[in-house]
């Protein structure tokens, strides 16, 4: 019998998302699940009209809007599921976009988590920037996916349409295993909001799980809903809890030289951002570099016991200097060497 799965949606001010997205979610074929929206203490008419609309839908409201990683940890200790599907309010699914993930999950159980191909919902013929056809990252640190490299997302041609292990899985659509979430302690609440799902995943890896994605799921996504691309606040929490991450995951020996490196590195994008005429961009650069310096010095190594050695999804190289240097702007031309 296939696993019962709770398809968790967290809202905050989403009324007019919901309306939207959720008939794509409540037409998916796979029998033996739940559809849960997660309220982060909404200021608008979200769960009243999820109660008149949608009565099928099982609403959980959150006390605070303790933003992605605190909404989904408070919202998951409530529910008892073999497995949680964390599914952004803006994203499209396919019918039959849960069948093919659970069958490779069923087959190898060493599989903590999962996640779909992940197209634009506004070009769907191109890979979206959350985790587009699976996670990877560079010896340094930054983020980046089969099908999307920095800025750069590719046309979708079914270049990457094998079951292939990565290194994260996208907060926009993850499947993962209940048993799997809380053995790993759930997201780091303090990262509030973006890479809270790297971070999880990475601390799966030194547990010896495996991180997977199964393009032959398909779901599409507007992406950008709560902060643009742009936003100062966006790049802020992006560059403190990157640094935080790999502080928290990487061996002492690696930090010794990766840290300086990192902070030339950031001190370069943030003087690039200057020289654009966004100030604001290179600030909260600086800014993102004190905080995360604060949180280390207040909270000291807190490196997993054990790291297991798997370089899976890893790119032995600086995916700034093939993007900006050398204008490599494709997976395919890093990685693959196409």
């Keep these: 019998m296939n696993p019962e799965i709770a398809i968790v949606i967290l809202n905050w001010n989403g009324t007019d998302l919901l309306q939207k997205f959720l008939p794509s979610v409540l037409k998916s074929t796979y029998s033996n699940k739940r559809i849960i929206v997660a309220d982060n203490a909404s200021t608008d008419n979200s769960v009243e009209m999820l109660r008149n609309k949608f009565p099928e839908v099982e609403i959980i409201i959150n006390k605070e809007n303790g933003g992605f990683a605190k909404g989904y940890n408070e919202a998951l200790k409530k529910i008892d599921s073999e497995i949680f599907v964390l599914l952004n309010s803006d994203v499209e699914v396919a019918e039959n976009w849960i069948e093919p993930i659970i069958d490779v999950m069923n087959n190898n159980k060493e599989i903590a988590a999962c996640q779909p191909k992940i197209l634009s919902y506004h070009n769907k013929l191109f890979f979206e920037y959350a985790g587009a ?64 799902e790297i971070d999880l995943c990475w601390r799966l ?79 909260a650069i600086i800014k993102a570099n004190f ?48």
């Design 291 to 338: 905080a995360a310096f604060s949180w280390m010095i207040k909270n000291g190594k807190k490196s997993n016991s054990t790291i297991v050695k798997n370089e899976i999804g890893i790119y032995n190289g600086s995916i700034v200097a093939e993007y900006f240097l050398k204008k490599k702007k494709t997976f395919s031309e890093i990685i693959l060497n196409k």
């Design 133 to 196: 056809c699976g996670g990877w990252i560079d010896k340094f640190g930054y983020p980046f996916a089969r099908g999307r490299v920095f800025e750069t997302c590719e046309k979708d041609t079914g270049q990457y349409d094998t079951v292939e292990e990565c290194f994260w899985a996208s907060g926009a659509a993850m499947f993962i295993r209940s048993k799997d979430f809380f053995e790993a302690g759930g997201f780091d609440e303090y990262f509030f909001a973006h890479q809270e």
């Design 205 to 283: 890896r030194n547990k010896g799980r495996k991180i997977f994605v199964v393009p032959a799921s398909v779901v599409y996504h507007v992406g950008g809903g709560t902060l643009s691309s742009e936003s100062s606040r966006k790049i802020f929490l992006n560059f403190r809890n990157n640094i935080i991450m790999l502080h928290k995951n990487s061996s002492f020996l690696k930090l010794l030289w990766l840290k300086p490196f990192r902070l030339m590195l950031d001190i370069a994008a943030s003087v690039e951002n200057l020289i654009k005429g966004k100030p604001a961009n290179s600030l």
